[in-house]
């Protein structure tokens, strides 16, 4: 009897969902939306695993695909004018050690 009550039970929530519902693509979710905005709120816990299958659902997507594509371009374009300038952290390591190799290949001559 139990079984029974329970197995009508279940079929009725599960018949009663809103069928009707607008399907929102995945890469305009709300939550992408809330970590990408400008207040940038941190999700809460319960609201990870949602994010995660939206951001899985988006890069499967062609949109999302078209967007990693322009943001690889994007990025390639500002290593390689970075890259023109020789600046930053591996930049100082590069110039100290072509130093320390100069110095050490004078004082083995001299």
Same mark, same amino acid.
């Given at each position: 009897?139990?079984g029974?009550?329970?197995? *009508?039970?279940?079929?009725?929530?599960?018949?009663g #969902?809103?069928a009707?519902s *607008?399907?929102?693509? &995945?890469c305009?979710?709300?939550?992408?939306?809330?970590?990408?905005?400008?207040?940038?709120? &941190?999700?809460?816990?319960? #609201?990870m695993l949602?994010?995660?299958?939206? *951001?899985?659902k988006?890069?499967l997507?062609e949109?999302? #695909?078209?967007?990693?594509k322009?943001?690889?371009?994007?990025?390639?374009?500002?290593?390689?004018?970075?890259a023109?300038?020789?600046?930053?952290?591996s %930049?100082?390591c590069?110039?100290c050690a072509? *130093?320390?190799?100069?110095?050490?290949?004078? %004082? %083995?001559?001299?």
């Amino acid at each position: 009897m139990r079984g029974l009550f329970f197995s *009508v039970l279940m079929v009725g929530i599960l018949s009663g #969902q809103n069928a009707d519902s *607008v399907e929102v693509h &995945p890469c305009d979710s709300p939550l992408i939306k809330q970590t990408k905005g400008d207040g940038k709120r &941190p999700l809460k816990l319960r #609201q990870m695993l949602p994010y995660t299958i939206d *951001v899985v659902k988006c890069r499967l997507s062609e949109r999302g #695909q078209k967007a990693a594509k322009i943001r690889d371009a994007r990025t390639m374009n500002s290593a390689y004018a970075e890259a023109q300038i020789f600046k930053g952290f591996s %930049s100082t390591c590069a110039y100290c050690a072509a *130093v320390m190799v100069v110095v050490f290949y004078l %004082s %083995s001559i001299f």
